[in-house]
């Protein structure tokens, strides 16, 4: 096909267009037209159904088309303000439904007592290192490397999370290198005894030995403690802590030491050790007395219903950070251990509780490197939990029964030194409660529309039932209407067919020759 034959094809099909559109055209017009009155007379049933009369006004065809405008453009306008205002308290439901009010009605409150988490300064069994030493290394007290690896020794048990400098100087001695360093502190640890009494004689204060950023220590009264193990645990079966009834009881706990000292962190007992705010060191032959203030944050019941990112807090027993156990401490101490897995790949040996490889003295070298824990201190952001309780030290009172100086102490061997903490009854907590619930976001919704819109619920259900009769009619109607022309044409193809082959029958009987008849 040459270009004139195809210009002349191209003029003949777009001649041939316009002719089949400009028959389609009426019929397309009559059909919008229809359009157009069935959907006015289904705006006028949901107007006279609903009983919003500006509906009706919109599509009355006896009012000037101004007016029928104004109406158009005030019906749009409360549609929009209804929906916008139903945004922002939409908007506010996610973003800040609870408040924190003041609890004055002190009389009837319980409250707990705070947790001891105890770090002796000098806990290295001098029978134990010799036997570990002799066993692992093959080196006896008699060897010249004996000191080095007691020295090696010292300074794993010494070891901190804040303070590794000396672990990390035995790095380039690859004889460390597949040392496990929690249990080598595990096998030379020395045991210690406590003595704890308190105003409940029928009540046992928890006492167990834990691994923390500190070191090997002892927590008293925190049953949080018990996760920093990385054994599995249900908080529903997690020991209580000691409380009592603030006003109506004397609240306080004593712990007697013999033969050690060292130092104590005063925290919450759903809180592990993590912070220098309540710091006391205890040496021997002191008596120390400490009242703390106390000021605890309680949660509503309805406080459950909402979303972490709603409240801005967590449950104890909620799992999140990758905790099956949730308190803040123990997420910014898996935060700064995750940092050190992934700078170094290791895990100091103070947190049990995350997996990972753990850090021999070259490990800690590359922490010191880049002096971990420092720069994760201000990265790691945990959210705060929904309860808690913070202590304040108020007062403290201290005393000696008599040794003066270090070699007096030292050679005393009947020297023993307590520690009592108690509480002072709190007049004042602050208490967690939703100010805007999903009772209130519902609520909200059908204000906005009877105000905006003048239509309930019920209206909305009667103007959505009238769309979708008239919808479901109208499509019926179309159905059958399609299936009647689709039976037309079928019938009209099916005639023209009979006849096509009627005039080729009687075609073919012309053609045959003439008939000889014999009489």
Same mark, same amino acid.
């Given at each position: 096909?040459?270009?004139? =034959?195809?210009r002349?094809?191209?003029?003949?099909?777009?001649?041939?267009?316009?002719?089949?559109?400009?028959?389609?055209l009426?019929?397309?017009?009559?059909?919008?037209? /229809? $359009?157009?009155?069935?959907?006015r007379?289904?705006?006028?049933i949901?107007?006279a159904?609903?009983?919003?009369?500006?509906?009706?006004l919109?599509?009355?065809?006896?009012?000037?088309?101004s007016?029928?405008?104004?109406?158009?453009?005030?019906?749009?306008?409360?549609?929009?303000?209804?929906?916008?205002?139903?945004?922002?308290?939409?908007?506010?439901?996610l973003?800040?439904?609870?408040?924190?009010?003041?609890?004055?009605?002190?009389?009837?409150w319980?409250?707990?007592?705070?947790?001891?988490?105890?770090?002796?300064?000098?806990h290295?069994?001098?029978?134990?290192?010799?036997?570990y030493i002799?066993?692992v290394?093959?080196?006896?007290i008699?060897?010249?490397?004996?000191?080095?690896?007691?020295?090696?020794? $010292?300074?794993?048990?010494?070891?901190?999370?804040?303070?590794?400098?000396?672990l990390a100087k035995?790095?380039?001695?690859e004889?460390?290198?597949?040392v496990d360093l929690?249990?080598?502190?595990?096998?030379?640890?020395?045991?210690?005894?406590?003595?704890?009494?308190?105003f409940?004689?029928n009540?046992?204060v928890?006492?167990?030995?834990v691994?923390?950023?500190r070191?090997?220590c002892?927590a008293?009264?925190s049953?949080? /403690?018990?996760?920093l193990?990385?054994k599995p645990?249900v908080?529903?079966?997690?020991?209580?802590?000691?409380?009592?009834?603030?006003?109506?009881q004397?609240?306080?706990?004593?712990m007697?030491l013999?033969e050690s000292t060292?130092?104590?962190?005063?925290?919450s007992?759903?809180e592990v050790?993590?912070?220098?705010a309540?710091?006391?060191?205890?040496h021997?032959?002191?008596e120390?007395?400490?009242?703390?203030?106390?000021?605890?944050?309680?949660?509503?019941?309805n406080?459950?219903?909402?979303?972490?990112? =709603?409240?801005?807090?967590?449950?104890?027993?909620?799992?999140? /950070?990758?905790?099956?156990?949730?308190?803040?401490?123990?997420?910014?101490?898996?935060?700064?251990?995750?940092?050190a897995?992934?700078?170094?790949?290791?895990?100091p040996?103070?947190?049990?509780?995350?997996?990972?490889p753990?850090?021999?003295p070259?490990g800690?070298e590359?922490?010191?490197?880049? %002096?971990w824990?420092?720069?994760?201190?201000?990265?790691? %952001?945990?959210p705060?939990?929904?309860?808690?309780?913070?202590?304040?030290?108020q007062?403290v009172?201290k005393?000696?029964?008599?040794?003066?100086n270090?070699?007096?102490?030292?050679?005393?061997?009947?020297?023993t030194?307590?520690?009592r903490?108690?509480?002072?009854?709190?007049k004042?907590?602050?208490?967690?409660?939703?100010?805007?619930?999903?009772?209130?976001?519902?609520v909200s919704?059908?204000?906005a529309?009877?105000?905006f819109?003048?239509?309930?619920?019920?209206?909305l259900?009667?103007m959505?039932?009238?769309?979708l009769?008239?919808?479901?009619?109208?499509?019926?109607?179309?159905?059958r209407?399609i299936?009647?022309r689709?039976?037309?044409?079928?019938?009209?193809?099916?005639?023209?067919? =009979?006849?096509q082959?009627?005039?080729?029958?009687?075609?073919?009987?012309?053609?045959?020759?003439?008939?000889?008849?014999?009489?």
């Amino acid at each position: 096909m040459d270009r004139r =034959q195809l210009r002349h094809w191209l003029r003949r099909m777009s001649a041939w267009t316009w002719r089949r559109l400009l028959a389609w055209l009426p019929a397309v017009l009559l059909g919008f037209r /229809s $359009y157009c009155n069935r959907l006015r007379e289904m705006a006028e049933i949901a107007g006279a159904e609903t009983g919003v009369l500006a509906i009706s006004l919109i599509v009355n065809r006896q009012l000037h088309i101004s007016e029928r405008a104004v109406w158009l453009l005030v019906v749009l306008g409360s549609i929009y303000a209804a929906i916008r205002l139903s945004g922002l308290q939409y908007e506010r439901y996610l973003s800040s439904p609870t408040v924190i009010s003041v609890d004055r009605d002190y009389r009837g409150w319980n409250g707990s007592l705070p947790a001891v988490t105890l770090c002796y300064y000098d806990h290295i069994d001098s029978f134990k290192a010799n036997e570990y030493i002799q066993d692992v290394w093959n080196v006896s007290i008699i060897d010249e490397d004996y000191f080095y690896f007691m020295d090696f020794l $010292y300074a794993v048990v010494n070891a901190t999370a804040s303070n590794y400098a000396e672990l990390a100087k035995f790095a380039e001695d690859e004889r460390f290198d597949q040392v496990d360093l929690y249990e080598l502190m595990q096998r030379v640890d020395r045991p210690f005894e406590q003595v704890i009494s308190s105003f409940d004689a029928n009540f046992k204060v928890h006492v167990q030995m834990v691994m923390t950023e500190r070191g090997s220590c002892y927590a008293i009264n925190s049953p949080m /403690s018990s996760v920093l193990s990385g054994k599995p645990i249900v908080y529903e079966e997690m020991e209580q802590p000691l409380s009592c009834q603030y006003g109506k009881q004397q609240c306080y706990i004593r712990m007697d030491l013999y033969e050690s000292t060292g130092v104590l962190d005063v925290h919450s007992p759903y809180e592990v050790s993590a912070t220098e705010a309540n710091i006391v060191a205890l040496h021997k032959s002191d008596e120390i007395t400490a009242s703390f203030k106390v000021l605890e944050t309680v949660a509503s019941k309805n406080l459950h219903q909402l979303s972490v990112a =709603q409240r801005k807090c967590v449950f104890n027993n909620e799992e999140t /950070s990758n905790l099956k156990i949730y308190s803040k401490s123990l997420c910014l101490a898996r935060c700064r251990a995750v940092m050190a897995l992934e700078m170094c790949n290791c895990v100091p040996f103070f947190y049990q509780f995350v997996e990972g490889p753990s850090c021999n003295p070259a490990g800690f070298e590359c922490l010191l490197d880049f %002096k971990w824990p420092i720069w994760a201190l201000h990265i790691c %952001k945990c959210p705060s939990t929904c309860t808690e309780i913070e202590y304040t030290m108020q007062t403290v009172k201290k005393s000696s029964w008599g040794v003066k100086n270090n070699d007096e102490v030292a050679s005393s061997e009947t020297a023993t030194s307590s520690f009592r903490w108690d509480l002072i009854p709190p007049k004042v907590r602050l208490r967690r409660d939703v100010v805007y619930s999903f009772e209130d976001l519902i609520v909200s919704f059908g204000g906005a529309l009877a105000f905006f819109v003048g239509v309930s619920v019920l209206g909305l259900v009667e103007m959505g039932h009238v769309i979708l009769h008239n919808v479901l009619l109208d499509t019926t109607m179309l159905v059958r209407w399609i299936y009647a022309r689709a039976r037309r044409n079928r019938a009209s193809h099916r005639a023209v067919a =009979q006849q096509q082959q009627q005039r080729l029958s009687l075609a073919d009987t012309a053609e045959l020759p003439p008939f000889d008849y014999v009489n």
